[in-house]
């Protein structure tokens, strides 16, 4: 089993910064990928950003690209730096990881979930 605790959500203007960060416990060496993925109200979750174990390989949302950075520190920890957020980047933040052996921006392959953490951007 793996734990994923998310940490680093709140409330900021139109235009500022937030770092998201999520420590994996548990089970880590069996981990390959990492990412993470928000559901805003109404909405279906849906990926942002993707790394591997290594951080050779990362994804992005198209929505996030030049925006947002994923980082993955470690084996056990993974980092989203979050600029030039705007409302619609509002949302619940979820940090996910799998045991695969291909990086994927699909919600199904990831096996653990984080319980979320709320990201508010106001206009």
């Known amino acids: 089993q793996v734990q994923l605790v998310e940490s680093g959500g709140g409330l900021v203007q139109a235009g500022g910064s937030l770092r998201l960060s999520c420590r994996a416990s548990?089970?880590?060496?069996?981990?390959?990928?990492m990412a993470w993925f928000r559901q805003a109200r109404g909405k279906e979750r849906e990926f942002v950003a993707a790394?591997?174990?290594?951080?050779?390989?990362t994804y992005y949302a198209d929505s996030v690209k030049g925006r947002f950075t994923i980082s993955r520190n470690n084996a056990n920890t993974l980092d989203l730096e979050m600029n030039s957020l705007n409302p619609e980047d509002t949302a619940v933040y979820y940090c996910?990881?799998?045991?695969?052996?291909?990086?994927?921006?699909?919600?199904?392959?990831?096996?653990?979930w984080g319980q979320g953490t709320q990201v508010t951007v106001s206009s």
């Open positions: 790394e591997n174990r290594s951080g050779g390989v």
């Open positions: 548990g089970r880590t060496y069996t981990v390959f990928g």
């Open positions: 996910a990881a799998d045991q695969g052996t291909i990086l994927s921006r699909m919600m199904g392959e990831y096996d653990y």
